[in-house]
């Protein structure tokens, strides 16, 4: 019998700080297998900086666990006077905030989801 392979990291994530806020750019699925390492950066970034932005032009996959995660973060980082900003969202996960209505969680308008200055 074949033992099953480990997996190559199905998400690669990317730390770029600065005085003002951490981004984190997120690269392929936030699924139940990445949700921990999502987690446990986000978390350690928390008391760092006043605002953490996650970067998802590169996720090209979320489910319910990855929904659950990101909630998870918003509520820690709110908890530590630290705000949790999503940017960059394909069409897909959109609509998947919008679906669950989470879209109005982030910056209080499902407007604003996906939104970044120029």
Known sequence: MAA????????SLETIRSSEETIVRCTGKINSNTTASLQTTVRGLIPETPCIVLDLTDVSYM?????????????SAKRQHCRLELINLNQ???????LTKLASVFEGHDDFLGWTPD
């Open 63 to 75: 489910d319910s666990s990855g929904l659950g995660a990101i909630v998870g973060l918003y509520l």
């Open 4 to 11: 099953n392979p480990v997996p190559i990291s199905e998400l």
């Open 92 to 98: 897909r996960l959109k609509e998947l905030f919008r």
